[in-house]
């Protein structure tokens, strides 16, 4: 292995650009070219490729979205479109692929490398943390943090109000960030793709909550589990009182990552570059037990990653 291309692909997550610093640096270190791909498969299609080296990328890790620029293709879903990327990987001399981006990029790569024999090695980068096999995805932490921010500042106008607010956070089929959202700020409930709801339970629960004196509701709900203005729909005339909706929407992808996804990143940017110089061929680095370790693709893609309902159950309990 003599040349890695490196591309971001997907929804952006902050801390990508961490991943991609390491990869040149890891790379570069390890005698070997990296070549930086433009947004996503689509420039991988268009040959969209810039050598990297390391000054390129100084004073990037702590930077939000992503300097290679992303992108959802259509065309890399089709088998023609991935016969002229595999073509432009092998015109470039580029002998393995670092892919930084969600479960829907995963299934490119794997196609990639089915199809055309070419080394993959993912980096999960998502906010929806809705990767298996891995703890955390490259900006989970940053996302949950700006939405943290977020609802505390709605807390004090819902007190002041007294409102209830529900609000509607990314995650087309994953709770997760509802649920750890609601956690974190001892919100109401969490309403989430993985969970019916009972309306009548909740909107009671609320009610009695409000007769013993709590002034202030705050709903934390999933993109996925219908959205805010579906909840409002449904709660409003059970619980009486005023509601309001608010969309966090892309603010939750973007800004500067945390130490912990500056860290995650980075440490998986070194070990994917590793894996493909060990010879791996399609894999994913995963965070198990603290460390990275290298998870066939094919197991990744197989098994859907569970809320977890113990954390699901204490949000609840504890509100
Ligand atoms: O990256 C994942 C995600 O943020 C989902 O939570 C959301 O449904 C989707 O991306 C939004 O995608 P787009 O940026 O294409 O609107």
Redesign the pocket.
């Known amino acids: 292995m003599k040349t890695i291309g490196v591309l971001t692909s ?4 902050p801390g990508m650009n961490a991943a991609v610093r390491a990869v040149v640096r890891f790379g570069v270190r390890n005698s070997l070219r990296i070549i930086g791909i433009q947004r996503g498969y689509c420039g991988l299609i268009d040959g969209a490729f810039k050598e990297m080296h390391f000054p390129d990328v100084a004073g990037i890790m702590e930077r939000g979205g992503t300097i290679l620029r992303t992108s ?1 293709c259509g065309e890399f879903y089709t088998k023609e479109g991935r016969a002229k990327a595999a073509e432009q990987l092998k015109a470039a001399g580029i002998d393995g692929l670092v892919v930084i981006g ?1 479960e829907g990029s995963f299934t490119g790569a794997k196609f990639l490398h089915e199809e055309h024999g070419i080394p993959i090695v993912g980096i999960p980068g ?3 943390n809705d990767i298996s096999q891995t703890d955390m995805c490259v900006g989970v932490d940053t996302c949950l943090n700006t939405v943290v921010d977020a609802i505390q500042n709605l807390k004090d106008t819902a007190t002041s109000h007294e409102r209830a607010f529900i609000v509607e956070v ?3 089929s994953s709770g997760y960030i509802a649920l750890c959202a609601a956690l974190a700020t001892g919100s109401e409930a969490a309403i989430v793709p993985e969970v019916p709801i009972d309306w009548d339970k909740l909107a009671s629960r609320l009610l009695e909550e409000r007769k013993r004196g709590k002034i202030n509701c705050i709903i934390v709900v999933a ?2 589990a219908g959205g805010a203005f579906h909840v409002a729909k449904n709660l409003q005339d059970r619980i009486g009182y005023e509601t309001r909706v608010t969309i966090l929407g ?1 603010i ?2 973007g800004g500067s990552p945390t130490a912990f996804d500056r860290i995650l990143a980075t440490r998986m940017g070194a070990e994917a570059v590793k894996a493909l110089l060990e010879g791996k061929s399609c894999h994913m680095m995963a965070l198990q037990f603290g460390k990275i370790v290298p998870v066939p693709m094919e197991q990744v893609l197989k098994e859907k990653k569970t809320l977890d309902m113990t954390l699901y159950q204490l949000a609840h309990l504890l509100s």
Not at 10 to 13: A, I, P, T
Request: charged share 35%; no cysteine.
């Open positions: 997907g929804g952006d997550s959802r969600g998502t906010i929806d990314m995650g087309r993109e996925g892309h939750q992808r």
